[in-house]
């Protein structure tokens, strides 16, 4: 069991919540009209603050705003996750890993878009003091051998090897992505087992299956209606985590139309609760690709206000962080493609 300094660990969190950007926020962001005024408001009204303090007022374009905003959500990791030594070094390598990954597929994508050189944006000192990648290599990659090559001194050097494409063909972020964070998963799932007992094992248990099981259920759906893909790719894309068994799932992806995909799915526990019309799937069996954010919306909600858990609480706020960057990000792109308002809210998570 990790020992928590428990007050101090739920309260700095909560605090930190307590500071998130609300409705009225939103709707003063919604009325911005240009990428610079929502940096400027950012800048003067959020606790974003600190980070755009670099900003150059004179030259503010979307990929820059969005490279910036994001440390926010890498320098909360690190405060959090340094308050109190006793949260553990167990606990902080799951945020270590998950910072790494999420770089690694931004600087893939980035490279698949022939944007190599643009993914700048620095670590804060405490992950640079124990990450094995080398970011400056990560940021301009050129092909596939130059990332192994950032990633060599890395735990994901030989669980990327085989997923070097063939010559002439291009990268499958889908499988890297499931391969990648299956990695992470069992370094988050072996932590709760050795760790946490009771309610808080439990907890974080909920936590973090409800969003694979429903993310899983999301990608069936996709791939399966949208996609001409096999059912073994679409088996070998999914996360091997959750509480949906291994027969359920290949129930789903055999279905033998959507009709009776979607019957069979929404008898699951976790589609009765989280997907439907309101939730995920319009009548028209269209899939909304964020009921599993909205999921995690509600439920890390919930926890950062009622869980007595410590590590519960703080994967809440991380959790939540994340959606908040994510709503700016769609307001920017909202803005800059002058989208109707009311077209911007429907998307916003809160």
């Not at 030259?59 to 308050?83: M, N, P, T, V």
């Not at 269209?286 to 890390?300: L, Q």
């Not at 206000?305 to 809440?316: A, D």
């Amino acid at each position: 069991m990790f020992s928590f300094a428990s007050n101090a660990v739920l309260s700095k969190a909560r605090a930190m919540y307590g500071k998130r950007i609300k409705e009225k926020n939103y709707n003063e962001l919604l009325n911005c009209k240009s990428v610079t005024e929502v940096a400027l408001y950012l800048k003067r009204k959020t606790t974003y603050e600190d980070v755009l303090q670099v900003m150059d007022e004179s030259d503010i374009h979307r990929g820059k705003l969005e490279e910036i905003l994001r440390q926010q959500l890498f320098y909360d990791f690190a405060r959090l996750g340094r308050y109190d030594l006793s949260v553990g070094e167990k606990f902080f390598s799951y945020l270590i890993s998950r910072a790494e990954i999420e770089k690694i597929m931004h600087s893939l994508m980035f490279f698949k878009s022939e944007k190599s050189g643009t993914y700048t944006y620095p670590l804060p000192p405490i992950f640079e003091n124990h990450t094995k990648i080398d970011f400056y290599k990560l940021s301009d990659i050129k092909n596939y051998d130059d990332f192994l090559d950032a990633v060599k001194n890395s735990p994901y050097y030989k669980i990327l090897i085989p997923l070097r494409p063939e010559p002439d063909s291009e990268v499958d972020l889908t499988k890297l992505e499931t391969v990648l964070y299956t990695y992470l998963y069992k370094i988050m799932f072996d932590i709760i087992n050795e760790n946490l007992k009771g309610t808080y094992r439990a907890e974080m248990k909920d936590l973090f299956n409800s969003y694979i099981d429903l993310s899983n259920l999301v990608r069936i759906i996709r791939m399966k209606t949208n996609y001409n893909l096999s059912k073994e790719y679409i088996f070998s894309s999914l996360l091997r985590f959750g509480t949906l068994k291994k027969q359920q799932i290949e129930k789903f992806i055999e279905s033998k139309d959507f009709e009776h995909m979607i019957k069979d799915i929404e008898n699951t526990r976790i589609a009765k609760k989280w997907l439907g019309e309101k939730n995920g799937i319009n009548n028209n069996g269209k899939i909304d690709d964020n009921a599993p954010k909205n999921m995690r919306f509600k439920k890390c909600t919930h926890y950062i206000r009622f869980s007595k858990s410590p590590p519960v609480v703080l994967m809440s706020y991380i959790f939540l962080k994340e959606i908040e960057l994510l709503n700016i990000t769609n307001i920017i792109e909202g803005i800059r493609y002058n989208v109707a308002v009311d077209e911007i809210k429907k998307i916003l998570i809160r």
